[in-house]
Structure formats: C-alpha cells, structure tokens
C-alpha cells in the first residue's frame, strides 16, 4: 500500500497541509464536519489520521482527542510534527482492548473509501464507543466517484484516482450510499444526520471555479450514533 510508503507519506504531508492546494478540504468540507460534532463530546478518536494535522487541531478543543493510522510511515510524521498527542498505529480490523468503550466519539476524514471490510471497521468502531457515542465520518461523494467505474451505481468497486489535488495516485472504493451505512446499522448504529456540504458564493468568486464543478456534491459527511453493544 502507498500508504506505507515513507516517501509517499512524506510528500502526502506537506500537500496536505497546504490551504491553497487543498482549498475544499479547509473551506467547505471540514466546517460541514465540525458542525456534526455533538456538543458534549469530551473524548475523540481520528481514525486516518494521517499526518495529524487535523487531529492536532481538533486537540486544541477537546478534552482528549488521540489520533490512530494503519500507517507506521504516517504515525512517525504525525510524532514529529505534534508534541503532546497520542498516535498509534491501528486499522480498524481488530479489537482496541485497551480501548473499549472509552470514545465519545470516533471522527474520520476521507478513509473509509479505503477501507475493504467496511462491516469489520464498524463493528470494532462500535467496541472503542460509550453507548450514545458516534461515528462521524466523511467520503467521496457516491455521486461523483460512479463516473470513476465502470460498474453500476450500487456495485462496490475499485478505481484508480488522484488523491485530494496533490498529483498522488491510488485506489479508492466506490460505494453506494447503501453500502456506507449498511455496515454501521447491522453493527449496532443508528444513523443520525448527515450532511452534503457545498460551495458558497463567496468560495465559487474566491476560486473561480465553473459551474459544472458545483452541480452535484463532492463529500457525503454521516454521522451515526451507537445504541446498541456487539
């Protein structure tokens, strides 16, 4: 995987950070995730990471907010770059003991369409959550990546694509709507808002960005909240 790869870890880490290139992430997209967040929240878990930055930031504003990747590349940047955070690596795949039922809240940013076992990763999300807890997570919207592959809309299905603007390549998934919140409805979830943010007038000036660029959304953001324990 790309993702473990130190050079490529790298090199996704300064572009990341960058404003200007990432204009969308900053402006539109994580305002729409941070409006999710219940008020009460006190304990967050970033699950994808990557270099931090957000879990860093999201630190500043809560009680405890720890960061985990599948990456140890990422981890070590993540270290680096952020004094005072916790970061660990894990996939979702298996079982945090020493995490269960510990979150208030697991926060994930454009990871999930990376994922294979979407119905594993919930249910070991719903493992690491207090009861009430959420799920919080944001995905290409399905809208957009169906033109990506060559499969039907409501096949899951593999497509190579340019991660973010940062000219890196990988292989995202296409799921459908369906096929997002499936797996956290069998896991003991219950789906409790959901948001498809878009682009103001003053972002559309600011960027000069066509009309044909807005016309459908680009992130599908949902949040689910745990009610039941498997």
């Known amino acids: 995987m790309i993702w473990k790869d130190k050079k490529f870890a790298e090199d996704y880490s300064k572009s990341a950070a960058n404003s200007n290139i990432n204009w969308y992430e900053y402006k539109i997209n994580l305002p729409s995730l941070m409006s999710l967040i219940p008020d009460e929240t006190q304990k967050i878990l970033e699950f994808g990471c990557g270099a931090g930055d957000t879990t860093n930031n999201l630190s500043k504003s809560y009680k405890i907010v720890e960061g985990s990747d599948f990456s140890q590349a990422m981890i070590d940047i ?58 919080l997570f944001s995905v290409p919207h399905p809208i957009k990546t169906i033109h990506k592959t060559t499969k039907p809309y409501d096949k899951t ?42 682009i103001s007038p003053k972002i559309i000036k600011e960027h000069g960005i066509k009309e044909d660029y807005i016309l459908v959304p680009r992130r599908l953001n949902l949040r689910f909240i745990k009610v039941n324990t498997f």
């Open 78 to 135: 993540c270290n680096e770059k952020h004094s005072g955070v916790n970061y660990f690596v894990w996939d979702g795949m298996s079982k945090l003991k020493q995490k269960a039922n510990y979150y208030d809240l697991v926060f994930s940013k454009l990871t999930l369409q990376f994922v294979d076992d979407l119905y594993e990763l919930a249910s070991n999300l719903n493992n690491v959550l207090l009861i009430n807890g959420y799920v």
């Open 157 to 198: 299905s593999k497509y190579e694509t340019e991660i973010g603007s940062y000219g890196l390549h990988g292989d995202m998934i296409h799921r459908s709507l369906k096929e997002y919140t499936k797996p956290f409805l069998i896991n003991g979830f219950m789906l409790d808002d959901i948001d498809e943010p878009v």
